[in-house]
Structure formats: structure tokens, C-alpha cells
T-cell receptor, first 112, second 113 residues
């Protein structure tokens, strides 16, 4: 089982719709969860962090965390073409040396 | 705007060249990192420098050599690279080293000919 798993996509969503990105992780002790957005040829940009079960909203973005199910998701409301990017889920892995583990990323395309 | 500054943004080098990548962070963070990222892959950790201690991913070949002149600067020296080392090299920093959120620089796109 991979430490952090994401569907690689591509995920296509019409403009104005809700984009839903999912991530599962293997380390039950993980406490910190992050979503990064990465445009082609650019560096990852932190867009959301979440540490407690439940939802966290920031503008059009909502992160959802369920530690019992070892699942974290990112919702993007009112999707815009500028949201087209690869979204990386990152989880702090405490087994062994603590480190941030990245998923493979989900490529999202918003269709006008 | 990122507060992690990387130079150069692009670099083309031959296999016999020696070059250096430079990174500076202005956030007072205690940890700095070098990542390598190939196309359509996630970032892969190469080195971590924190609390004056360097941690090395043992799979990284010795032709990559990190140097940390002080807590806000981190360099990556490159020597005798191979074409397969062509990638996006990312510097990042974090407040703590224990799986804390990372702030990335803009990256250096490296091509080895």
C-alpha cells in the first residue's frame, strides 16, 4: 500500500461546477495534511492545510479530513479554468523519521 | 510572492561541468530542503538541513553535494551530472522539520546535455 494515494486523473470538470479531489494515507498517526497546487513547469504552492477532523473552508476551497477513514479531500467550488493544475496531497508521516510524504498528484482540467 | 528565493531559474550544463544552485529563505525557518521533481511525478526529497545538521537521502548520488553556509542559505553543488538528472530542482523551507508545511521556491529547471 502506498503511503499517500491519489487518483492521477486527469479529472475533467466543467467551469462553475465543484471539483472533488481525494487522498488516502496509510499512517494512522499522521497529524498534518496539506494540499498543494502546481501549474506545469512551476513549483508547488500551498493552498490548504488541515489538522483536525471536519471541514476547513478558505474562499472557494474546502478541505475535509476524516482520520478514522484515513481520508482527506479538497473541494473547489465554482471551478475556474485557472484552477486547471496538478493538485498534490501531502501528509506528515510519523512512522520512522518524521517527514512529509506526497501523493502522486491529481491532474485537474476545468473545461470552459 | 514566495519568500524562498532560488537561482538560477533555468540551467543547461554539460556532463563535465560544475555548477551550483542557490537558495535563500527570509522567513526565519529552521529547516531547509532540496527536492528533485521529474515530469508528472511528485517531489522527491534529496536533503534536509535543520538545526545545523544535514540529513541525506541515501539514494541520492554523490554528484549532488549540499552546502549550508548559514540557517537562511542552502546551496546544491552539481558535478559530473548525467542526462537523467535533468529535472526541476526545488528548494523549500519549513518552521520545523517534523513534517511541517513546506514553502517552495520557484525552482530551477535543469537540463543536462
Amino acid at each position: 500500500q502506498k503511503e499517500v494515494e491519489q487518483n492521477s486523473g486527469p479529472l475533467s470538470v466543467p467551469e462553475g461546477a465543484i471539483a472533488s479531489l481525494n487522498c488516502t494515507y496509510s499512517d494512522r498517526g499522521s497529524q498534518s495534511f496539506f494540499w498543494y497546487r502546481q501549474y506545469s513547469g512551476k513549483s508547488p504552492e500551498l493552498i490548504m492545510s488541515i489538522y483536525s477532523n471536519g471541514d476547513k473552508e478558505d474562499g472557494r476551497f474546502t478541505a475535509q479530513l476524516n482520520k478514522a477513514s484515513q481520508y482527506v479531500s479538497l473541494l473547489i467550488r465554482d471551478s475556474q479554468p485557472s484552477d486547471s493544475a496538478t493538485y498534490l496531497c501531502a501528509v506528515n508521516h510519523i512512522q520512522g523519521a518524521q517527514k512529509l510524504v506526497f501523493g502522486q498528484g491529481t491532474r485537474l482540467t476545468i473545461n470552459p | 510572492d514566495t519568500e524562498v528565493t532560488q537561482t538560477p531559474k533555468h540551467l543547461v550544463m554539460g556532463m563535465t561541468n560544475k555548477k551550483s544552485l542557490k537558495c535563500e529563505q527570509h522567513m526565519g525557518h529552521r529547516a531547509m530542503y532540496w527536492y528533485k521533481q521529474k515530469a508528472k511525478k511528485p517531489p522527491e526529497l534529496m536533503f534536509v538541513y535543520s538545526y545545523e545538521k544535514l540529513s541525506i537521502n541515501e539514494s541520492v548520488p554523490s554528484r549532488f553535494s549540499p552546502e549550508c553556509p548559514n540557517s537562511s542559505l542552502l546551496n546544491l553543488h552539481l558535478h559530473a551530472l548525467q542526462p537523467e538528472d535533468s529535472a526541476l530542482y526545488l528548494c523549500a523551507s519549513s518552521q520545523r522539520v517534523e513534517g511541517d508545511k513546506l514553502f517552495f521556491g520557484s525552482g530551477t529547471q535543469l537540463s543536462v546535455l
